[in-house]
């Protein structure tokens, strides 16, 4: 395990990743307990994340670094890095500004199996053309 006096470099390569140099992270809102998001970190977004204060992730479908709310301003702020026994699996316990989702709501997590079907549980915050300008 990691000490009080590891840097970030020494956190960053703690954690382990998968086959793809992955490793999930759950974002969570420091002070309600709100599950907000899942996404991907590489080595990249962990050191950015702990270097910069603001949590970075990794786009597996643009296959780049996603600082989260650079086009939208919905930015998390880190408030506590954790990650589980394993080290497989992060938790960034976050400051979310805005909506966490890129559907406009504040959760990603915002859908239930109601009923037997899935359905949205949570309204739109603020809609996506609105959020991303478009």
């Not at 899942?38 to 479908?61: D, F, H, I, P, Q």
């Not at 780049?64 to 960034?92: A, H, M, N, P, Y």
């Not at 559907?103 to 739109?124: L, Q």
């Not at 915050?125 to 609105?130: G, V």
């Amino acid at each position: 395990m990691c000490s009080k006096t590891d840097t970030p470099e020494d956190i960053v390569n703690a954690l382990k990743y998968n086959s793809d140099g992955l490793i999930p992270a759950i974002a969570q809102q420091h002070d309600s307990g709100e599950i907000l998001m899942m996404a991907w970190m590489n080595k990249e977004a962990v050191a950015e994340t702990l270097t910069t204060g603001l949590v970075c992730y990794y786009s597996r479908s643009r296959e780049k670094l996603w600082r989260k709310g650079e086009t939208s301003g919905q930015q998390q702020e880190l408030i506590d890095f954790r990650t589980d026994c394993d080290l497989d699996t992060v938790l960034v316990k976050v400051n979310q500004t805005g909506v966490a989702c890129h559907t406009g709501r504040r959760s990603c997590f915002s859908w239930a199996a109601r009923d037997g079907k899935i359905e949205a549980v949570e309204k739109v915050i603020i809609s996506p053309d609105e959020l991303y300008k478009k």
